[in-house]
């Protein structure tokens, strides 16, 4: 059968056109058969669909329900463009609207069992994340004109229909695709952008992936916690509680394994009211800016890989160390701002030093700004973390320290697994050498601290200015302190209860110390040699000082007694606890004062106080107000004081020797002239008492003598031992003591000072020249020449001072001459008996002179004294008995004997007279 051809091609047409009917009509049926199954493997249902083709042959979506175990999505308006022609049928979707209703809890989705991830394994991922994204080739373009979202909530669990569509969503945003550019916002209700996220891949850009992230933080914060976070309720609580805004953006680029990121946190808040827990209110404030980049090729190296050829940048690549590298630009600054007195209380709670305590107390601090600068690099392998800086500044109203830290370096691996129940420190024959560094920075402090510790001396804080740095590994912790480092005090004094016209004990303008050294802190670690691999020695804790420490006080006043310009001390330390040595030598304007030297353990010291050779005229020459005139040219002062310390707190039980030494001292003392002054004296200090150590040998020599003593009455070659002693009061006594005078010589064997009741003190004088008696009270007329010696016994008995049973007698003969003299020539007119006897004494040549002495409480001497010899100039023996009375109170006080001991005799006789 033939048919035409015109009824052939209506057949065609007409077959077609039933087709597309059948089809259009079923077309609901089978979209649906077909997306379930494909959809149920992500657990998605279709719960409404409609859909058309436009006439150039377009599929338009006017409604399209899906369902998902979180949230119901409707989409409406969609169009999907078709080109037939290409290998991707699909060639663009555009959505009019998308509404998502969340049905339950988003977040959920992000839980999972916890696992612990070395930094290997996460570098690992993340490298193959990335990889993937850039690697990512969007098919078609897509754009979703509107997007709106609602988070679940119990209240709010229907579906979505056209009774709740009008409804406005807390959340609407925007979705593109074009030409493998992703683009993404969100917005709340107040048309705050809380994120936006562009996506881009480009295999032939320098980046061929880039990811741009912004956002707000206060919407953000607001929209994260509309979902029920996979938290704790504590901490959920806690970070409720907290304000927070601010404005961030993020960009990130990733090419073959190399990941950069720039990230930007401005007018960053973060405030609580109330605290967290009992921390009191507080506000983090700050602005930062970032820059970042981490090569992740090394996390990825295998065999397989290993294999393979790579170009030379790759192996560079691959050779580099897995390191995240951070770098702080312009403009990093974060402030915390706390309460105080929470801050005090949270730090008793928890048992903190009360020192520390005081020393919060005593310099509260409102506010913290920390200052990142520079790089910060972690190596994600070994965990190896360094940082450039960081500023800390800690403000109050009144004060501000600042705490500058540098190129530090952490291993974080040694911090972050620690375990307390092993011995973390490496078994080592040579622990300082083999040890690893652990950690090290460079620091430097400068801050004001007030201390109520030393508010009697002042209420001025303590400058400290500390530099230096830090280092550490398994054996030892090094603390160095530069030549800057320093602690200076102001307005330093001490103050008398007595109400005088000047209260200040001492006074000192400013002390300032300065530091320099090395503090070294050796660990506890297992040390070995090759004969200890089975039992390794564990080396104790020590600390090893290496510090020079120098001190200056400015403007120092004692009292009225001294006034120095500068006193400075230098001061050396070395060595460790069980073995110090400690070296401080002081001088005042330049002039020396001595040395002390500190040795042997810390708990039992030996202590070395000395001088050797000091020349007192340069030290008269500071600006001292003494309680006797002192002028001086010539002489040395040496002294040791020297023990060893048995009971720290109870300084006083320490024995001490001491020994003090004057040699060649000339000078002025009071208006007398000393020549030749040497004095030795060896001292011990012992259970709070001051004795003289004796010298039991033979030959014991004076210790204390001087060449003159230029008075009206000059004492020469003057020698005496002597002995102090100390308890409450001083005590001091002379044996042997002998000097030349007037022509002759005196002896005192032995003399106390105070002198105290039942004691005596015997008068040895020998060869005395009478001439030069007399001229101490020089009368007209009358001549007495020879030479006596005797003892005078003085008594004291508490207050009197008494003289029995002493003798004088001549030991040459002598001459006696009394003539022209008006008392004695009224004595003659007035006696004939006394005239006979003056005129036998007018020119009697003695061969005996000798007294009977004893003097009465009232200062008076008696003297039964004989006188035999001849008279030329009558030719006749003379024997006389005469009883004369002398004022011994006029004759020391015409000898000038020293102001001391003179007032304390004069005292006494005057007692008596009255």
Known sequence: MIVPKKSLIAIVLSVIITTLFLVYFARVAIVKNFSNDELALYDVKITCLDFHFTTDLELAISHLCLQTPQADINIENMAITFSLAAEQKIQRIDIASITVKGTADLLTLFKSSPKKNNPERLTEQLNTYLTQLEQLKLPFNIQVAALSYSPFSPENSSTINSSNATKKAPYTGQLSVSENTLGFSLKDLQHSVLLSVDLSTNPHKKAPLALKISGQLTPLKQFLFAHKLPLAPAIVKSLGSLNTSGEFYSLLNYQAGQLTLDWQLKDFSLAAAQGIEASGPFELLGTLNLHSKINLNTANLSTSNLRKKTSKKEDKALNSPAELEVEFQHNNRLQLQYSQPHLIDYLNNNALSPLLITLLKDNPVEQLTFQPKGKLTFNLNDQQLSLSGIAIKAESAQQVHQLNLDNMAFNLKHYLNVDPSRNNNPVTEDPVKESPLLAKLNFKLDSPLLLSSINNFTYAPVIVKLQGSISQNHAQTIINLDENSSFTSNKIA????????????????????????????????????????????????????????????????????????????????????????????????????????????????????????????????????????????????SYSVKGQVTDLTDFEKTPLAISIAMKSVSGEVNGIWLQELNWQQNLQFLAGKLTTLHDVSKDQKENLTIALIDIPTPVSKLSVNTALSYEKDFTISATKVKGDILGGSFAIPKVQWPLEHGHSVDVQLTSIDLEQVLALDKKQGIVVTGNISGQLPISYDGEKYTMGKGELHNVTNGLIQVMNNPAVAELKANNSQLKLAFDALQNLHYHQLSSDISMADDGYMLLKTVIKGRNPDIDNDVNLNLNLSYDLLGLLESMSITEQFEERIIKGLQKNKE
């Open 494 to 637: 001490m103050s008398t209860k007595q109400k005088t016209a000047d209260k200040k004990l001492f006074s000192i303008k400013q002390l300032a110390t300065k530091v320099q050294g090395s503090v070294e802190i050796h660990h506890p670690i297992q040390q070995q040699t090759a004969m200890q691999v089975q039992n390794p020695v564990q080396v104790k804790r020590a600390i090893n000082l290496n510090v020079k420490v120098q001190s200056q006080a400015e403007k120092l006043r004692v009292g009225k007694m001294i006034e120095v310009n500068k006193l400075a001390l230098n001061t050396t330390i070395a060595g460790n606890l069980n073995n110090i040595e400690i070296n401080t030598t002081a001088t005042a304007d330049n002039v020396a004062l001595g040395n002390l030297t500190i040795s042997g353990a810390v708990d039992k010291p030996n202590i070395a106080l000395t001088a050797e050779a000091l020349q007192l005229t340069d030290l008269l020459a500071l600006n001292l107000e003494l309680p006797t005139k002192i002028a001086l040219v010539e002489g040395t002062l």
